[in-house]
């Protein structure tokens, strides 16, 4: 085979889909987020990033920058191994601790990423639990299908956010077998919310355990940053909450909080979890700080918040179409491939403002969007700025205004 032209022609595939992937370069500005360096073949611009998922600046929270750079000097580098094999640092344990306490569980096991974390749970359960059947959101995260396919255990596919679906599909299922609902909380391209409570009831009436990917709300809702399952004071009904630390707690790593028994479970069966390098020491202090800090202070999630809903009512009057949804991610619709995408350079080279396009496959085709993430430290200005860029693209496009 000739490897070299079977690479190159499956690329030119993706070119030809218009779905080949081109990464903006960026240097993020420590100390003045959302700002960045970004670097092209012509030479440096600055730009403000509008697609970061560092939700609320966490990752340039002087505090945590602090307890990096502290564990730095303290620990050194790397973790030095797998947990098992003299990788276990005492931040490790800390940041479990933290964890455990945030979302009111018995223990907390963390991973080197959310998406390991998804794929090594979902993947350990649906393998060991004898004849366990999951019922996967349609529109679950990549490691969650991924997890699941890995497991090859039954799954069965629910209509995204439907109880009646889900309740037909668990009806039908067999009443012996054991259960497992696996869904998410802020859906991260559409912003939507699932009924977590009514999810719970399903469960507790057909006996299923619940897997709650909150990576796209933890550090954002709650009192103390919990997550949606905190906000709605449904944290003690889900078997399972799984989070990240590398969007809203800024820093990086994933993690599941649930009973001793079963991240015991997890920590002792996934490979994902055994044969691997533990985080580095100074990513679980920053983490733990930023958790730590998030837990108390309402500043960053009010100010998130307050931002959210100035973007939107600026996109409005405006005639900008956005998805109405309840959450703090903000989906301008652009709704063709081309435009989305032309538009974006455009935001780019000529504004200096970065919004990645979110085309096919990640999104329905004709639903080709700009995933704008507001933070607290974006001003009013830059919103101005924003939004006046998108008026003039959108005459350009032709694009159709939203009646406000
Ligand atoms: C819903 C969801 N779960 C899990 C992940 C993976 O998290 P991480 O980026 O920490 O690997 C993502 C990443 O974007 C996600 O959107």
Redesign the pocket.
């Known amino acids: 085979m000739d490897f070299e032209q079977f690479f190159k022609s499956e690329l030119d595939g993706l070119h030809e889909e218009g779905r080949y992937r081109v990464f903006a370069e960026l240097e993020r500005q420590q100390g003045s987020f959302p700002r960045a360096t970004r670097y092209t073949d012509k030479g440096q611009q600055d730009v403000t990033v509008w697609c970061s998922?560092d939700y609320l600046g966490m990752g340039q929270n002087a505090q945590v920058i602090e307890a990096m750079k502290k564990t730095i000097d303290h620990c050194g580098a790397g973790a030095g191994g797998t947990r098992n094999i003299s990788g276990t640092n005492h931040y490790h344990v800390l940041l479990e601790r933290e964890l455990a306490d945030l979302h009111g569980k018995e223990s907390a096991l963390i991973f080197t990423?959310?998406?390991?974390s998804?794929w090594a749970t979902l993947g350990t359960l649906g393998q060991k639990i004898p004849g366990l059947i999951i019922f996967s959101d349609a529109l679950n995260?990549a490691?969650?299908i991924e997890g699941i396919r890995y497991a090859k255990c039954e799954r069965v596919i629910w209509k995204h956010n439907d109880i009646k679906d889900l309740e037909a599909k668990l009806a039908a299922a067999d009443p012996r077998a054991p259960k497992m609902i696996a869904f998410?909380s802020v859906y991260?391209m559409d912003g939507d919310i699932a009924p977590i409570k009514d999810i719970c009831d399903l469960a507790d009436k057909y006996g299923a355990m619940t897997y709650l990917?909150e990576?796209?709300a933890v550090g954002m809702y709650g009192a103390h940053g919990g997550g949606i399952a905190e906000r709605d004071g449904v944290m003690d009904r889900l078997t399972i909450i799984e989070g990240?630390?590398?969007?809203a707690f800024g820093v990086?790593?994933?993690y599941i909080t649930a009973s001793t028994a079963l991240c015991d479970f997890v920590r002792s069966f996934a490979s994902g979890f055994i044969f691997t390098t533990a985080l580095p020491p100074a990513l679980a202090a920053g983490a733990v700080a930023s958790i730590k800090h998030l837990k108390t202070s309402q500043l960053e999630r009010f100010a998130h918040q307050e931002r959210v809903r100035r973007l939107r009512s600026m996109l409005d009057s405006a005639g900008i179409p956005h998805l109405r949804n309840p959450s703090h991610i903000v989906p301008v619709i652009v709704g063709d491939a081309a435009k989305c995408k032309w538009i974006s350079d455009l935001l780019l080279d000529n504004f200096g403002l970065y919004v990645q396009p979110i085309n096919y496959p990640t999104v329905p085709k004709k639903t080709e969007r700009l995933r704008i993430t507001p933070t607290p430290l974006h001003s009013d200005a830059d919103m101005e700025h924003l939004v006046g860029a998108l008026h003039q693209l959108w005459s350009r496009c032709a694009l159709a205004r939203a009646v406000a």
């Open positions: 998922n990423s959310g998406y390991i998804n995260h490691s969650m998410e991260s990917d990576v796209h990240t630390l590398g969007k990086m790593g994933g």
